[in-house]
């Protein structure tokens, strides 16, 4: 059974950083390509970033481009969010993703096997 499990979230003032975790189990972890997308109230869920299977390659939405940084851990089967210079508009439920050995278009949510439970992220101003 594959189970991705999201933690980190939290409360933070506008400036602040908080740094999510997504563990992943039941899968070869270097087969999937990793991402965080978010979801906001009352809006359609949207991509955040993503990194290839060996973690060579990133990409990022422009709107977290330089604030945000993806990265993994394949011996501890971990996907991180290091999230700085928090924003209020940054405030959604944060998911982890899984890609099965990766897709041509990496922000395309319909592209991804497995999706963590989500963990809840507030940016207060």
């Known amino acids: 059974q594959v189970l991705l499990v999201d933690s980190g979230g939290g409360l933070v003032q506008a400036g602040g950083s908080l740094r999510l975790s997504c563990a992943a189990s039941g899968l070869t972890f270097t087969d999937y390509a990793m991402a965080w997308f978010r979801q906001a109230p009352g809006k359609e869920r949207e991509f955040v970033a993503a990194l290839t299977r060996r973690g060579s390659t990133t990409f990022y939405a422009d709107s977290v481009k330089g604030r945000f940084t993806i990265s993994r851990d394949n011996i501890k089967n971990t996907v991180y969010l290091q999230m700085n210079t928090l924003k209020p508009g940054d405030t959604a439920v944060y998911y982890c993703?899984?890609?099965?050995?990766?897709?041509?278009?990496?922000?395309?949510?319909?592209?991804?096997?497995?999706w963590g439970q989500g963990t809840q992220v507030t940016v207060s101003s």
């Open positions: 993703a899984a890609d099965h050995y990766g897709s041509s278009d990496y922000t395309d949510s319909r592209n991804y096997d497995y």
